[in-house]
């Protein structure tokens, strides 16, 4: 028999563990948008963790609040025109939820990167790709010409960017889609932040430039010791590069789970029809199972379990009270009151 000494150093050090391991927490997040005087939330109960060194993906359909929350997590939300209502973004033990612009623009780019949706769009049409690079790279530190040229070249080098001489001349119609995404890439990288958020970085590109561009953002975050936020509709491109998943539906959510948990058992209707709605793994002959309806737009979420409309195992209790709250464990959460509970086995 275990002696309680033992039981209760073990578990000290598993909480010292992951006491270290924890980096970026984010809780009970609240996002709204002013529209003619009203504050309409957006967001309001984002709910994610993401470990040193390790991938977190955020998957959930378009208006579901992904963009939203990336804002929040390097402090550009009012670009949006939406503000942070409440909540808590601890990020290596800071508070960042209502941290102040001079805070931020020590974080933002520096610690915190960001590629941001619709990169491609992003670039200048008529600036080379080494004025570009150069000038955000002295943007964010004191740097002459020559030394920012020889960072730019390192920073297409680093994301594989063959001939990086000859690209630095070269203006964004000149480069593929995936070249582009690339250069985006090497610019949020460019001040080597310990944390790099990719919001859908390979939506606009085909399959092949797909798996490159992933399998480079994989090797990067090995490489640099990154960890890494990496944001799609789509969760096969998820699982293939994340530790780890943050489900969302109409802003909150609604599963957190390992990649391999959410695979093997996924527990909330969403999320189970997330997976069985995947082309790659679906059998051969047999319909798609994908979430029938739309999902319900902001401003008009329903009483009670938003995703109710949707959910083939909805009953009374469901519509009624307040979203469901994430209930569970350390290890997998989800926000359904029919989801059975879950076994802590780690
Ligand atoms: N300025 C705004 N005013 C009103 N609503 C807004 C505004 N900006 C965003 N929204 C709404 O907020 C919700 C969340 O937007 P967000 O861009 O975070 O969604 P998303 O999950 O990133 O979607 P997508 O997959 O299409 O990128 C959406 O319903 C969107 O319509
Ligand atoms: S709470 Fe009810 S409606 Fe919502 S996901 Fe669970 S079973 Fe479906
Ligand atoms: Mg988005």
Avoid at 57 to 79: D, N, Q, W, Y
Avoid at 135 to 147: H, L, Q, T
Avoid at 204 to 227: F, H, K, N, P, W
Wanted: aromatic share 2%; charged share 25%.
């Amino acid at each position: 028999m275990e002696r309680t000494s033992e039981v209760s150093e073990r578990s000290q050090s598993r909480a010292a563990t992951s006491d270290a391991k924890m980096f970026l927490n984010v809780k009970d997040l609240k996002i709204g948008v002013r529209t003619s005087g009203v504050m309409l939330p957006v967001v309001d109960a984002a709910n994610l963790s993401v470990d040193r060194n390790a991938a977190t993906g955020i998957v959930g359909e378009s208006g579901s609040g992904k963009t939203m929350l990336c804002r929040a997590l390097i402090g550009t939300l009012s670009r949006r025109g939406a503000v942070l209502i409440s909540g808590s973004m601890l990020f290596e033990g800071r508070e960042l939820a209502g941290a102040p612009e001079s805070v931020w623009k020590r974080i933002r780019g520096r610690e915190i990167g960001y590629v941001p949706q619709s990169s491609l769009a992003g670039l200048n049409p008529v600036l080379t790709i080494g004025t570009q690079l150069i000038e955000a790279i002295m943007a964010m530190e004191p740097a002459n010409r020559v030394e920012a040229e020889r960072t730019a070249r390192e920073l297409l080098e680093l994301v594989r960017i063959p001939r990086a001489k000859l690209l630095l001349e070269e203006h964004p119609h000149q480069l593929s889609g995936g070249m582009r995404q690339r250069v985006m890439i090497a610019a949020a990288l460019a001040q080597r932040p310990k944390l790099l958020i990719a919001d859908e970085p390979t939506t606009a590109l085909d399959v092949t430039i797909q798996r490159e561009i992933l399998t480079l953002m994989a090797g990067l975050r090995r490489d640099l010791g990154m960890s890494l936020i990496l944001v799609s509709h789509d969760l096969a491109v998820i699982e293939e590069v994340c530790d780890s998943v943050m489900v969302m539906y109409a802003g909150a959510s609604v599963e957190v789970a390992p990649v391999e948990v959410l695979r093997r058992a996924p527990q909330h209707p969403y999320t189970r029809a997330l997976r069985s709605s995947r082309v790659d793994t679906a059998t051969p002959g047999q319909d798609l199972d994908a979430p029938s309806g739309e999902p319900v737009a902001v401003g008009a979420w329903p009483e009670g379990c938003r995703f109710a409309p949707r959910c083939a195992l909805v009953d009374q209790t469901c519509q009624r009270g307040p979203q469901p709250p994430l209930m569970g464990n350390a290890h997998q959460s989800s926000a359904c009151i029919r989801a059975e509970p879950v076994e802590d086995t780690w």
